[in-house]
């Protein structure tokens, strides 16, 4: 099992910044990708932004030159940096391994004047 613990969230201004954390215990070993889904009010769940364990990143268009997916292999820690921050990025924010396999239990993210 993989466990998962996000920090970070909580209340900006549109053209604000936050910042999240998550970091992994267990069996760490297991994990090729790491990363971030949201899901807002009535909306699905969408994938944010993930890094594998070889280095490839990929981000949600919506998302694309305002957030910034980064990993700490010796914390076992992966950041998401949200710049420029919009209201419909508002949602609770979830850190995953391995895409659907591992969930964190999620951080609201707010963003309103």
């Known amino acids: 099992q993989v466990q998962l613990v996000e920090s970070g969230g909580g209340l900006a201004q549109p053209g604000g910044s936050l910042r999240l954390s998550c970091s992994a215990s267990?069996?760490?070993?297991?994990?090729?990708?790491m990363g971030w889904y949201r899901q807002a009010p009535g909306k699905q769940r969408e994938l944010v932004a993930t890094?594998?364990?070889?280095?490839?990143?990929t981000y949600a268009d919506s998302v694309k030159g305002r957030f910034t997916i980064s990993n700490d292999n010796a914390k076992r820690t992966v950041y998401l940096q949200m710049n420029s921050l919009k209201p419909e990025d508002t949602a609770v924010y979830y850190c995953?391994?391995?895409?659907?396999?591992?969930w964190g239990n999620g951080t609201l993210v707010t963003v309103s004047s």
């Open positions: 995953h391994a391995n895409f659907m396999s591992y």
């Open positions: 267990g069996r760490i070993n297991s994990i090729y990708a």
């Open positions: 890094v594998t364990s070889g280095g490839t990143i």
